[in-house]
């Protein structure tokens, strides 16, 4: 059985940062992609960032280039995402999921964590 666990999310300054960690478990990961999604209250969840677990090949909204980073610990089974010069923007509650290969579209996304939630003061 799939399990993805989020964890890592709080309350920040803005301007400050945040690491959060997606646990994976349950398959070999090799071959799928592992993307990082928000949603803020009253709005769509929204594409944050991807990464193809085998190649490490990446990309990242619009909204997060530059600050956000997502990595892979191929030993450790988990994706992570740092997220730096943090905006009050930024406020939602972030979720790990995977499918087997990259999208942007979250309703592509066959497994999914239950949220870790991020909320940047201003």
């Known amino acids: 059985q799939v399990q993805l666990v989020e964890s890592g999310g709080g309350l920040v300054q803005a301007g400050g940062s945040l690491r959060l960690s997606c646990a994976a478990s349950g398959r070999t990961f090799s071959n799928y992609c592992m993307g990082w999604f928000r949603q803020a209250p009253g709005k769509e969840r929204e594409f944050v960032a991807r990464i193809s677990w085998s190649s490490g090949s990446t990309y990242y909204a619009d909204s997060v280039k530059g600050r956000f980073t997502i990595s892979r610990d191929n030993a450790k089974n988990t994706v992570y995402l740092q997220m730096n010069s943090l905006k009050p923007e930024d406020t939602a509650l972030y979720y790990c999921?995977?499918?087997?290969?990259?999208?942007?579209?979250?309703?592509?996304?066959?497994?999914w964590g239950q949220g870790t939630q991020v909320t940047v003061s201003s």
């Open positions: 999921a995977a499918r087997r290969y990259c999208t942007s579209t979250y309703d592509e996304y066959n497994y």
